[in-house]
T-cell receptor
Framework: NAGVTQTPKFRVLKTGQSMTLLCAQD?????MYWYRQDPGMGLRLIHY???????AKGEVPDGYNVSRLKKQNFLLGLESAAPSQTSVYFC??????????????FGPGTRLTVL | DAKTTQPNSMESNEEEPVHLPCNHS???????IHWYRQLPSQGPEYVIH???SNVNNRMASLAIAEDRKSSTLILHRATLRDAAVYYC???????????FGEGTQLTVNP
């Protein structure tokens, strides 16, 4: 199993450009998440999804949109990139069992620089 | 979510035990204590979790105070590969929303 994969690994954008980050998981997990991590800080939740076709806002959703059209994929979009969105973006997924512990599995991250 | 307090950094020597503390004085009765770690240039990975009783797994042990206002992650024999940022997080068992603080940067000296 590949686990959680993220595409691309690195990207440089100019202010105002748009892009989409792709997250894919092969563990049949219901829940998926997008976090950002700024230098020297912990991760902050941007958006998350509890199932195909559903998304919800996290702690820092402004400037981002997400879509979960397929269970295995979770897309994060930046419509008009700003320098403040320079960060490392991590995707994660977890199972949704009610009677089990649902640890989150993280991808390797996407390093995004907005000039 | 209830907040946790961890030291910014700790140092250990290789093959010695490491005790990483976490204070969570406002923990609620339904909060689980989760520990994740983040190796350099990688995404976080799950380490261990617990509710009231001490827990052991292949990676570490979790000691929880009787009043649950603090906990300690124990690495029994630190290796160089254990050098990472360790995050103590409170959340419901499902872990659907994890709030990461700044964590403790653990340095392991050879």
């Amino acid at each position: 199993n590949a686990g959680v994969t993220q595409t691309p690994k690195f990207r440089v954008l100019k202010t105002g450009q748009s892009m989409t980050l792709l997250c894919a998981q092969d563990m049949n997990h219901e829940y998926m998440y997008w976090y950002r991590q700024d230098p020297g800080m912990g991760l902050r939740l941007i958006h998350y999804s509890v199932g195909e076709g559903t998304t919800a806002k996290g702690e820092v959703p402004d400037g981002y949109n997400v879509s979960r059209l397929k269970k295995q994929n979770f897309l994060l979009g930046l419509e008009s990139a700003a320098p403040s969105q320079t960060s490392v973006y991590f995707c994660a997924s977890s199972y949704s069992g009610v009677f089990s512990y649902n640890e989150q599995f993280f991808g390797p991250g996407t390093r995004l620089t907005v000039l | 979510d209830a907040k946790t307090t961890q030291p910014n950094s700790m140092e250990s020597n290789e093959e010695e035990p490491v005790h990483l503390p976490c204070n969570h004085s406002t923990i609620s009765g339904t909060d689980y204590i989760h520990w994740y770690r983040q190796l350099p240039s990688q995404g976080p990975e799950y380490v261990i979790h617990g509710l009231t009783s001490n827990v052991n797994n292949r990676m570490a042990s979790l000691a929880i105070a009787e009043d649950r206002k603090s906990s300690t992650l124990i690495l029994h024999r630190a290796t160089l590969r254990d050098a990472a940022v360790y995050y103590c997080i409170l959340s419901l068992a499902s872990g659907s929303r994890l709030t990461f603080g700044e964590g403790t940067q653990l340095t392991v000296n050879p």
